[in-house]
């Protein structure tokens, strides 16, 4: 050993040979940007096929890349980093486009249907998930997307859930299937059905999951429709807060249950829910600039492609085939649930 590494080290300090030893944290950096990467060119075909969306197109390439061209290890710190925390800040900015005085607004007219159709995919969720034998983690994404807003519902309670990400992958890939399906088939049949543009819009606004799906669908019934359903969708995105509340204490409460003593209600309560509504309340406030309100709309989109296309390229193919039908039956009929609940409650009330 030298003079000078026994001087450093006489004073206190590491060997220079130990420090060199000594691994540094990994880098989250690589994974990030192929994240990025990826989440680009999904955006791209979101924007030629609007339909899909970039949501769904970021995660379908994730997991194809994943299954053709695995990352390697300096790749997963990044990915599982933008599949996490990206994912929780993309929610925070999805707050910016509700106004709680339009939510207050047009809430209180959908209420009764909004509730029922929320309580009707539950109900449904947990009966046939349990005649089918799904596991309780797909069915509880299946549910409470289908229940309020898909992808985003879904994005919402997987830092609490904490399910693998090929249960998260699934969920969001039979959401969207009904999704593409409601589109198709929801104008012709509220023609047939006679409805109104309201009470089309506000069927549209509680049985289609999707934000962009809804738009597609409302807007092809009619102008009207659209702008209606448009409002609705968003007012039933705000019950991402109380649902996510209840799923954090309902998990606490397990873990408490089941003796577990170093478990704290803190390290999975959704802090990030509470700053999505902080946020929603800054939007009502007006202090942003509302020429600053499509760029916010334009960061938070494209956040969520990117941490959905994290969780794409976490997921497992070959467990997701594993799963097999059942799941995707799940979907329906709790597609079909909600979708038949909105028009009937539309009937007893007297809308339809």
């Given at each position: 050993m030298s003079?000078?590494?026994?001087?450093?080290?006489?004073?206190?300090?590491?060997?220079?040979?130990?420090?060199?030893?000594t691994p540094s944290a990994p880098s989250r950096l690589p994974g990030v940007l192929l994240a990025f990467a990826i989440a680009a060119v999904a955006y791209g075909l979101g924007r030629l096929m609007p339909l899909v969306g970039g949501a769904v197109w970021g995660i379908v390439l994730g997991i194809v890349v994943r299954q053709f061209a695995p990352p390697g290890a300096r790749f997963l710190p990044g990915i599982r980093f933008a599949s996490k925390q990206v994912l929780q800040w993309s929610i925070v900015a999805l707050g910016f486009g509700l106004s709680i005085t339009q939510v207050a607004h047009t809430g209180l007219e959908s209420l009764s249907v909004t509730l029922a159709t929320v309580a009707a995919a539950g109900l449904a969720a947990w009966g046939l998930g349990k005649l089918l034998r799904v596991d309780d983690a797909l069915k509880l994404l299946i549910g409470v997307g289908t229940a309020i807003c898909g992808g985003s519902a879904i994005a919402a309670i997987v830092p609490i859930v904490k399910p693998d990400e090929h249960d998260t992958a699934f969920a969001i890939s039979t959401i969207f299937l009904f999704n593409l399906v409601a589109v198709l088939l929801f104008p012709p049949l509220g023609h047939w059905l006679g409805l109104s543009d309201l009470g089309f819009g506000l069927w549209a606004g509680t049985a289609i999951n999707d934000t962009s799906s809804v738009v597609a669908a409302g807007y092809t019934y009619s102008h009207a429709a659209g702008d209606y359903a448009t409002i609705v969708k968003l007012t039933r995105a705000t019950l991402i807060i109380p649902i996510s509340?209840?799923?954090?204490?309902?998990?606490?409460?397990?873990?408490?249950?089941?003796?577990?003593?170093?478990?704290s209600l803190a390290k999975i309560f959704p802090w990030f829910i509470l700053w999505f509504l902080v946020a929603s309340v800054i939007r009502t406030t007006g202090i942003v600039p509302a020429p600053a309100l499509p760029a916010i709309h334009f960061i938070a989109e494209c956040l969520i492609i990117v941490a959905l296309t994290a969780i794409g390229l976490s997921a497992d193919l070959r467990r997701m085939a594993s799963t097999g039908h059942r799941p995707i039956l799940l979907g329906l009929g709790v597609w079909a649930a909600v979708a038949l609940t909105s028009l009937l409650v539309q009937h007893l009330i007297g809308r339809w």
């Open positions: 003079a000078r590494t026994i001087g450093a080290a006489s004073k206190g300090n590491p060997p220079v040979s130990s420090i060199a030893a509340l209840a799923i954090a204490f309902v998990v606490a409460w397990r873990h408490k249950r089941g003796g577990a003593s170093d478990f």
